[in-house]
């Protein structure tokens, strides 16, 4: 994996689901490229060290915590519509990942995944 901005975990196993929690799923745009697959994650708010990408199969796995931090000392909250808590979106592909290059960068709030699938289509 090259990583442009920040260093994040990329496992290539099966990632593990907690059934008692809850999770949020974030937006992705997925776009096929003439090399593989470039995934646009709206993570905004969540800081790269809170993010995992697990690898398996067809399958890539984004998932991590996004923190509520306050503004100033002393001010309570009115109204919330931000999840802040743990989040997961896994996306299938037609093409096998194991063994695929794995580029990651982050950028305004946006994780960019970039995938080079050495895999056959389906």
Known sequence: MRDKSHQMTVVFA???YIASETFWRP????????TG????YDLAGVKPDD??????????????FRRDW?????WTHYSMEI???????????PCVLD????????REGILLVRLTCQGEQR
Do not use: H, M, P, Q
Request: aromatic letters at 10%; charged letters at 35%.
């Open 37 to 40: 697959w470039l995934i646009k």
């Open 70 to 74: 306050k503004l100033e000392e002393g």
């Open 99 to 106: 063994g695929a290059e794995v580029e990651v960068e982050c």
């Open 51 to 64: 993010i995992e990408i697990f690898v398996r199969g067809s399958e890539i796995t984004v998932r991590g």
């Open 83 to 93: 999840s802040y808590n743990r989040f997961e979106r896994t996306i299938e592909l």
């Open 14 to 16: 099966a990632a593990t």
């Open 27 to 34: 937006l992705a745009d997925i776009y096929r490229t003439r």
